[in-house]
C-alpha cells in the first residue's frame, strides 16, 4: 500500500518537476511533495502503524524516492537560475569604456562678465571701484544729490522705503556721495551694484537691475572729458563703433545734464521692444556735477568740477548679447544661462 503510495509520489513529482516552467512552479511541486505538510511528510506519519521489518524496508524506499526527488530539484533549479543569470548578462550590459560624464563647469552670469570687464577697463584708467549698501539712507539716495523731499523727481522713481525709514537705493549715485566723502577730490570712482525700483515689470522694465555709477572730480573738469571717457567705454564694449547721440537731460545731481542713447544694436534701429519701437536704447545719463552736489559733500565747486554717469548695466548687457527680455536675466533658467 503505502509502497505504491511512495512510487506515485516519485512519478508524479518528477513529472511535475519535468512540467515546471518557472522557478515558482518547481517550488511549487517541491512544498506539496516534500515540504513540511506534503505528501511525503503525510505517508511518514503511517509508519507508526507498521512492523518493524516492514518499517525498515518501507523506509529504505522512502529515503530512496526523497533523495530521488531533492536531487532532480537540485538540478531542475540549477537550470532555471543559470537561464536566468544567463538572462541577466544579456540584457544588463553596462558599457565600462564609455567617456565619464564629465564636471559641469558654471560660468559668470553675462552681467557680471559685463561688470568684471567695464571694472577692468576703469582701473586701468584710475578709477577706484566702491561698493555701496543697498540699502541706503534717504540723505544719500536723494538729499545729498539734490533732491529735496519737496522736489518732484523724487517721483521719477518710484522708491521701495522700508519700516525704519531707510530706502532700498533706486539708483547707484548714493555712492558718487559716499565717495565724494570718503576719497576727497581729485578722485576718480566707479560703483557697480544692484538697484530697486517699485516698476511694473515688462520686457525692458525689471523691479532688480544693476547699473554702473562713474564719477571723476578734479581741477577743470569740462564736458569734453565726460565725451572722451565715455567713448573708451563704449568702444570697449562693443568692440566696434557704437553709433550715439547725445539729448539734453534732466537729473538734479549734474547740471548740464545729457542723454547719451545708443543706436539699438537688437534691431539695428528699426524698431523692437528693448527700443520701444524707436531704434534709439537710454544707455546712459550722464553730466558735469552740480555745484550744490558737490557742496554737500563738503567739495567747493569753485576749485573742482566733475563729470558723473549711470550706465545702466542691465540693459547694456541685453544689447551687447541680443536678449530682447530683461526678465531672462533674473529667472534663473539654466537652460538660458549656459549661453554665456
Ligand atoms: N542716477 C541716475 C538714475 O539712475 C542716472 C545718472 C547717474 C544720471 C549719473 C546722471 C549722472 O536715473
Given at each position: 500500500?503505502?509502497?505504491?503510495?511512495?512510487?506515485?509520489?516519485?512519478?508524479?513529482?518528477?513529472?511535475?518537476?519535468?512540467?515546471?516552467?518557472?522557478?515558482?512552479?518547481?517550488?511549487?511541486?517541491?512544498?506539496?511533495?516534500?515540504?513540511?505538510?506534503?505528501?511525503?511528510?503525510?505517508?511518514?506519519?503511517?509508519?507508526?502503524?507498521?512492523?518493524?521489518?516492514?518499517?525498515?524496508?518501507?523506509?529504505?524506499?522512502?529515503?530512496?524516492?526523497?533523495?530521488?526527488?531533492?536531487?532532480?530539484?537540485?538540478?531542475?533549479?540549477?537550470?532555471?537560475?543559470?537561464?536566468?543569470?544567463?538572462?541577466?548578462?544579456?540584457?544588463?550590459?553596462?558599457?565600462?569604456?564609455?567617456?565619464?560624464?564629465?564636471?559641469?563647469?558654471?560660468?559668470?552670469?553675462?552681467?557680471?562678465?559685463?561688470?568684471?570687464?567695464?571694472?577692468?577697463?576703469?582701473?586701468?584708467?584710475?578709477?577706484?571701484?566702491?561698493?555701496?549698501?543697498?540699502?541706503?539712507?534717504?540723505?544719500?539716495?536723494?538729499?545729498?544729490?539734490?533732491?529735496?523731499?519737496?522736489?518732484?523727481?523724487?517721483?521719477?522713481?518710484?522708491?521701495?522705503?522700508?519700516?525704519?525709514?531707510?530706502?532700498?537705493?533706486?539708483?547707484?549715485?548714493?555712492?558718487?556721495?559716499?565717495?565724494?566723502?570718503?576719497?576727497?577730490?581729485?578722485?576718480?570712482?566707479?560703483?557697480?551694484?544692484?538697484?530697486?525700483?517699485?516698476?511694473?515689470?515688462?520686457?525692458?522694465?525689471?523691479?532688480?537691475?544693476?547699473?554702473?555709477?562713474?564719477?571723476m572730480v578734479d581741477r577743470e573738469v569740462s564736458i569734453a572729458n565726460l565725451i572722451y571717457f565715455m567713448k573708451i567705454l563704449l568702444s570697449s564694449i562693443f568692440k566696434r563703433d557704437a553709433i550715439v547721440r547725445l539729448r539734453p537731460g534732466y537729473f538734479p545731481f549734474v547740471e548740464p545734464g545729457f542723454e547719451l542713447d545708443i543706436h539699438c544694436l537688437i534691431c539695428d534701429g528699426?524698431?523692437?521692444?528693448?527700443?520701444?519701437?524707436?531704434?534709439?536704447?537710454?544707455?546712459?545719463?550722464?553730466?558735469?556735477?552740480?555745484?550744490?552736489?558737490?557742496?554737500?559733500?563738503?567739495?567747493?565747486?569753485?576749485?573742482?568740477?566733475?563729470?558723473?554717469?549711470?550706465?545702466?548695466?542691465?540693459?547694456?548687457?541685453?544689447?551687447?548679447?541680443?536678449?530682447?527680455?530683461?526678465?531672462?536675466?533674473?529667472?534663473?533658467?539654466?537652460?538660458?544661462?549656459?549661453?554665456?
Amino acid at each position: 500500500m503505502l509502497d505504491a503510495k511512495l512510487e506515485e509520489l516519485r512519478r508524479a513529482t518528477l513529472a511535475g518537476f519535468a512540467s515546471a516552467v518557472s522557478l515558482e512552479q518547481l517550488e511549487e511541486s517541491r512544498v506539496a511533495a516534500l515540504g513540511r505538510k506534503g505528501t511525503l511528510a503525510q505517508i511518514s506519519k503511517e509508519f507508526g502503524k507498521l512492523r518493524p521489518e516492514e518499517r525498515a524496508q518501507l523506509g529504505k524506499l522512502l529515503n530512496s524516492v526523497k533523495q530521488d526527488l531533492e536531487s532532480d530539484y537540485g538540478d531542475k533549479k540549477r537550470g532555471f537560475e543559470q537561464a536566468e543569470l544567463a538572462h541577466r548578462l544579456a540584457n544588463e550590459w553596462i558599457d565600462v569604456t564609455l567617456p565619464a560624464r564629465g564636471v559641469r563647469v558654471g560660468s559668470l552670469h553675462p552681467i557680471t562678465q559685463l561688470q568684471s570687464e567695464i571694472e577692468d577697463l576703469f582701473t586701468s584708467l584710475g578709477f577706484a571701484i566702491l561698493y555701496g549698501p543697498e540699502v541706503e539712507t534717504e540723505e544719500h539716495n536723494f538729499d545729498a544729490l539734490n533732491i529735496p523731499a519737496t522736489h518732484p523727481a523724487r517721483d521719477m522713481q518710484d522708491t521701495f522705503w522700508l519700516s525704519d525709514g531707510n530706502l532700498l537705493r533706486t539708483h547707484t549715485s548714493p555712492v558718487q556721495v559716499r565717495g565724494m566723502r570718503e576719497l576727497k577730490p581729485p578722485l576718480r570712482m566707479i560703483a557697480p551694484g544692484r538697484v530697486f525700483r517699485n516698476e511694473e515689470v515688462d520686457a525692458s522694465h525689471e523691479h532688480t537691475f544693476y547699473q554702473l555709477e562713474g564719477m571723476m572730480v578734479d581741477r577743470e573738469v569740462s564736458i569734453a572729458n565726460l565725451i572722451y571717457f565715455m567713448k573708451i567705454l563704449l568702444s570697449s564694449i562693443f568692440k566696434r563703433d557704437a553709433i550715439v547721440r547725445l539729448r539734453p537731460g534732466y537729473f538734479p545731481f549734474v547740471e548740464p545734464g545729457f542723454e547719451l542713447d545708443i543706436h539699438c544694436l537688437i534691431c539695428d534701429g528699426a524698431g523692437c521692444p528693448v527700443c520701444k519701437q524707436s531704434g534709439w536704447v537710454e544707455l546712459l545719463p550722464c553730466g558735469l556735477v552740480h555745484p550744490n552736489v558737490l557742496r554737500m559733500s563738503d567739495i567747493d565747486p569753485e576749485e573742482w568740477s566733475g563729470f558723473a554717469f549711470g550706465l545702466g548695466l542691465t540693459r547694456l548687457a541685453m544689447m551687447r548679447y541680443g536678449i530682447d527680455d530683461i526678465r531672462q536675466l533674473q529667472g534663473g533658467d539654466l537652460r538660458f544661462l549656459t549661453q554665456f
